[in-house]
């Protein structure tokens, strides 16, 4: 390639063909998008506190913040920060030496996250997916999904 391909940028097909745009989209739609992405990984660590404090409290009865740490791989500053957001959202609360505990929008937000990613997952297993790789994979994807392609993804299902 020369220097004068290196700094022309591709158009239309041939870009394309290349994984490169045709064209920018639009300023004001492309800040939406990479909102929209910010605030959804946001809202992901919030869902992911709120499953693993709903299966914590399920299984054995108690979610403490060093348990949280150690399940999540994250250093206990980081979940004391994380659970003290949850808090502040209303999603939980706690008691002196009882640990932590959903409210029940927390507990409805743990709901729907844990549907949203067997969603993912059986969408994935469904198109050929090895399970394990599936619920691997869901783990990242189920926060990034819109309700538009969590419907498609529930009729391709049939559910």
Do not use: W
Request: hydrophobic share 45%; charged share 30%; aromatic share 4%.
């Amino acid at each position: 390639m020369s220097a004068n391909e290196a700094k022309t940028p591709r158009k239309g097909r041939a870009a394309e063909a290349h994984g490169q745009p045709a064209a920018l989209p639009d300023e004001a739609e492309q800040a939406q998008r990479f909102e929209k992405a910010r605030s959804a990984q946001a809202r992901a660590v919030l869902e992911d506190y709120a499953e693993l404090i709903d299966d914590l409290m399920t299984c054995g009865g108690e979610a403490r913040p060093t348990d949280i740490a150690r399940r999540l791989g994250v250093s206990h500053p980081t979940a004391i920060k994380s659970i003290a957001r949850l808090k502040r959202e209303g999603l939980a609360a706690s008691a002196l030496n009882r640990g932590v505990f959903l409210t029940a929008a927390g507990r409805e937000l743990a709901a729907r996250a844990r549907a949203r990613h067997r969603l993912v997952v059986d969408l994935l297993v469904a198109v050929g997916v090895p399970r394990a790789c599936a619920e691997q994979d869901a783990e990242g994807m189920e926060h990034h999904v819109s309700d538009i392609a969590l419907a498609a993804f529930s009729r391709f299902l049939k559910r």
